[in-house]
């Protein structure tokens, strides 16, 4: 597929759904020399469903690989074991080998729904993490200072609060770091509340002397009754494979406040058309529950 440097395409890559671009010049300029990109996204499998969530981030790969940029997708099978740490006030259960395969079965199905997965590098984490000795495992972990990790915000809380912190979940960056080393990304994506995780690839990138990935991160999406962000936990969520008749009625019971953010990240209309909404809606000139239809639409 042929690299596309069309400035203008780049800038808008930049703007609709992304919260922070680290590092945006270094990017730009990657993007627009023409080079292949291998674009990465993780998720852990510790559920069997994506949702309306995890497309913001799907719809941001999508638009590199439209681009012409190798997309990675990757499957944490192995980190899933452990759970990831982030904003938990409390350890994660680990989960067992039988659930994360039963969770992840149908994850390229559904991902399949956003990105072309005949242009998708598929990727388990486990295929490199599993190999790791003992002594590997301690070499990798030289590379990283304690000091760095306890700057981590919810770690810095659990600290000082007495609240158990165990080893592993102190480790999970690390090895989320460290794919990003195995696979020599240049690029990594994900949610704001990754932030942490997405800057230790950088750093042990430059430790095993790789050119460091530059970070793109993306909102969180409030889930249906506004607050919390959209968890299958909390029921809140609307699946990328649900039946069009629920999907119908959840996006109905949506909160108003919610509809044009909603619009913004998980649909393809064009900004004034969303710009025309907000401000119909914002002027009383339209029915909240008109917007809903289309969104639901869309």
Request: aromatic residues 8%.
């Amino acid at each position: 597929m042929k690299i596309i440097t069309d400035k203008n395409k780049i800038e808008e890559l930049f703007k609709r759904g992304v919260e922070e671009v680290l590092v945006k010049e270094n990017l730009r300029k990657r993007l627009e020399s023409g080079k292949k990109l291998r674009i990465k996204l993780g998720i852990d499998p510790t559920g069997s469903v994506l949702h309306l969530g995890h497309s913001v981030v799907l719809r941001k790969l999508k638009d590199f690989q439209n681009l012409g940029h190798q997309v990675i997708f990757l499957i944490g099978d192995f980190t899933a074991r452990i759970g990831d740490p982030t904003g938990r006030s409390a350890a994660r259960k680990p989960m067992t080998d039988k659930e994360i395969n039963a969770n992840m079965k149908s994850y390229a199905k559904q991902a399949g729904l956003i990105l072309d997965m005949n242009q998708v590098e598929i990727r388990y984490n486990s295929e490199w993490l599993d190999k790791l000795n003992f002594q590997e495992l301690i070499i990798l972990a030289s590379k990283i200072t304690y000091a760095q990790m306890a700057q981590r915000a919810d770690f810095k809380d659990r600290i000082k609060n007495d609240q158990d912190l165990s080893l592993q979940e102190f480790l999970y960056p690390m090895m989320q770091g460290y794919d990003s080393v195995a696979l020599k990304a240049d690029v990594e994506l994900g949610g704001t509340d990754q932030k942490f995780n997405l800057l230790m690839g950088r750093q042990l990138q430059k430790k095993y002397n790789q050119e460091p990935q530059d970070i793109v991160t993306c909102p969180l999406l409030e889930g249906l009754s506004g607050g919390d962000k959209m968890s299958k936990s909390l029921n809140n969520y609307i699946a990328l494979m649900e039946k069009p008749a629920d999907m119908y009625g959840k996006v109905m019971s949506l909160t108003d406040d919610l509809i044009v953010r909603y619009f913004t990240l998980c649909t393809y209309l064009s900004e004034p058309e969303v710009v025309k909404i907000k401000s119909e809606l914002a002027g009383g000139q339209a029915n909240p529950r008109d917007y809903k239809m289309k969104l639901a639409y869309e």
